[in-house]
C-alpha cells in the first residue's frame, strides 16, 4: 500500500500499485464543516484546506435526521430514513431487518464486494443492535473482525465528555481507537489489495510522512483553539493610533463574577473597546466610520455597530455608492447574517436603488437556494419597487434544478399571489405544473404542500387530474405519506357531501400512516381518526 487517502467531508485518493485507489474515511461526530475549505475564514485549516482543493469537496451534502442511528445509515446506505424505515435508535430498527426492509448496499459493503478490504472502528454505524452489531456480516472483510470499538476506563468514562481527563490516551476509546488504527496501518502497509478504511474521529497515522501535516491538523482543530491570532498581524491597536488619543477606552464589564467569560482576542477587545466610548460620546466622524469598519471585520452580526455606522453614515451625508458595494460584499461573505441584509434594505431605501437586488439574492441562492434571509429580502424588494416581471421564470429555473427547493414554491406562490391571483384558469395550470413535479418525485413534501395550498378554500375532488394521479400512485403502492395525507382529504370531501362509506377508508388510511408508513407522527394520525369519526361518525363496522 503505497498511499492512504482521507474523507473527512471530502475526499482525495491515491493510487496504489494495483492502480485501484486506497480509501480513509473519517466519521466526525457533532461538527459542522467550519473549514476554510468551506469558506469559513476565521478557522485556519491550511492543511486541510490544500488536501480539499486536490479532492471532490461535497458542499450540499445535508443531516437526513437528527438522529445517530437513522442519520448514519441513511449516509452509508445512500437511503432516506424513510426509505430505510429507521427513524429512532432501536434495535428493531435495523435497516436490513425492519418491516419492508430495502436491505440496501452499504459504502464499506460495495468496497468489499468489489476487491477492497473494508476495515472498520470506532462509530461509524450506530453500534449494537440498531445496526445489527455494526453490520459485521455484511460490511466488513473477515482481515479487519472482529470490529474494533475500544473499551474506555468506567471511572474516566463517568465524566462528563468535556472533562480534560489526566489519564493516558489508551484509557479512553479515542486512544485506543488511534493505537488500534495505527497497527493496522503498518499491517496494511504492504498489502498488495486496495484497502477502504473507516474510522471515527482521533487516527494516528502521523508514522505516514504523507499523512502527518494533515493528522497534525486534526489534532491541533480538536484542542481548545489557536492562540496565534493570525489575523492581527500587521493590525495596529487603537491604542497604539495618535488620532486616538483623546479617547479614553471603556472596557467589557462582564460584573465581578462571570459565570462563562468568553475569551476575545486583544484585536477584539481594543475595537469594541474604543467603540463604547465613541458610542457614549456620540462622536459621528470619519475615524468612527473606520472604527465600525473594524468591528463589523470582528463581528459582523453585531446589531449595535450596523446601526450605529448608519447614524454616522446620515450624520456625514456620505455617498451611499461604496457603501452598498461593502454591504454587497459583505452580503456574500456573510449570507447567513441578518444585520448586514438589514442595513443593505436601509440603505436601497435611502438611495431608492434597488437595480442590484435580484442580482444579488441569485448570486447567494448559487450556494444556499434556501438561505431565508435572502428570500426575505427578494421579497422585500420585488413587493416594494414592483419588479414582478420574469419572476415566475426565475422561480421556474429553480425548481427544474431542484424541485424540493420549499423556499422557491414559496416564492411562486407569493409571485401568483400577490399578481394574477389564484383564478380558476390559473389553478387549472398550477394543478398541471405541480403534478409533473410529483410524478417525477411522489414523496417531494414541497410539491405536495404546494398543490394542498393552491386547493385550499376549494374542493380536491373536483380537479379530475389530482384524483388520477392519486389512483396512479396508490395503484402503484407509492409509500407516500403526503399522497395518503391527500387521500384523507378527498375521503372527507365524499363524508361531508353524504358519501358514508369513504369514513371508513379515510380511518384505515390513518392507520396504514401511524402504523408503516408515517410513526413518526403516529399520535397524530390517531388523532384525526378520532377527529373524522367524532365529526362524521361511528363507523358502520361499530
Known sequence: MSSWAVFVCFAVFFLTASGKKNVLFFAVDDLRPD???????????????????????????????????????????????????????SGDEYWRTVPNATNATTIPQ?????????????????????????????????????????????SAAKRASWYDFDVPDNKLRD??????AEIWGVELYDHSSPTVFFNDENVNLANKPEMKPVVDELRQMLQAGDESNSDEQGYVYYRDRPNWKDIEPIPQDDGPNPVVQIAYTDKFKDVYDYLRAVIRKG??????????????????????????????????????????????????????????????????????????????????F?????????????????????????????????????????????????????????TEEVVKNEVKYVIDFIKVAPNNES??????????????????????????LRSQH??????????????????????????????????????????????????TSRRLISAYGPLDST
Open 35 to 89: 473549514l476554510g475549505a468551506y469558506g469559513v475564514d476565521f478557522i485556519k485549516s491550511p492543511n486541510i484546506d490544500e488536501l480539499a482543493s486536490k479532492s471532490m469537496l461535497f458542499e450540499r451534502a445535508y443531516c437526513q435526521i437528527a438522529v445517530c442511528s437513522p442519520s448514519r445509515a441513511s449516509l452509508l446506505t445512500g437511503r432516506r430514513p424513510d426509505t430505510n424505515h429507521v427513524w429512532k435508535i
Open 110 to 154: 460495495y468496497f468489499k464486494e468489489n476487491g477492497y478490504i473494508s476495515i472498520g472502528m470506532g462509530k461509524i454505524f450506530h453500534p449494537g443492535p440498531p445496526s445489527g452489531n455494526d453490520d459485521d456480516k455484511y460490511s466488513w472483510s473477515p482481515e479487519g473482525l472482529p470490529y474494533f470499538h475500544g473499551k474506555a476506563d468506567t
Open 175 to 180: 486512544g485506543q481507537i488511534a493505537d488500534n
Open 283 to 364: 462622536e459621528k466622524t470619519e475615524r468612527v466610520l473606520e472604527l465600525t469598519m473594524d468591528a463589523i471585520e470582528c463581528n459582523p452580526a453585531n446589531y449595535t455597530v450596523w446601526h450605529y455606522r448608519r447614524e454616522v453614515l446620515q450624520e456625514l451625508k456620505k455617498d451611499l455608492k461604496s457603501e452598498l458595494e461593502f454591504a454587497e460584499e459583505t452580503v456574500l461573505n456573510e449570507p447567513k447574517n441578518y444585520q448586514v441584509w438589514y442595513h443593505r434594505q436601509k440603505l436601497v431605501e435611502w438611495s431608492n436603488d434597488p437595480s442590484r437586488e435580484l442580482y444579488l439574492t441569485a448570486e447567494v
Open 366 to 422: 448559487k450556494d444556499d437556494s434556501k438561505n431565508y434571509h435572502a428570500w426575505q429580502h427578494r421579497q422585500w424588494t420585488i413587493r416594494t419597487y414592483g419588479l414582478w416581471s420574469n419572476e415566475l421564470e426565475f422561480v421556474d429555473g429553480l425548481l427544474k434544478e431542484d424541485f424540493r427547493n420549499n423556499s422557491a414554491w414559496n416564492q411562486r406562490y407569493f409571485v401568483i399571489i400577490n399578481t394574477t391571483g389564484y
Open 447 to 472: 410539491a405536495w404542500n404546494y398543490l394542498t395550498g393552491i386547493l385550499k378554500g376549494g374542493r380536491i375532488s373536483d380537479h379530475e387530474p389530482v384524483l388520477k394521479l392519486i389512483d396512479s
Open 478 to 527: 407509492v409509500p407516500s405519506p403526503f399522497l395518503l395525507s391527500t387521500m384523507i382529504d378527498v375521503y372527507e370531501e365524499e363524508v361531508a357531501n353524504g358519501k358514508k362509506e369513504s369514513l371508513e377508508k379515510a380511518v384505515k388510511i390513518c392507520e396504514e400512516l401511524g402504523s408503516k408508513i408515517d410513526p413518526v407522527r403516529k399520535r397524530y394520525w390517531e388523532y
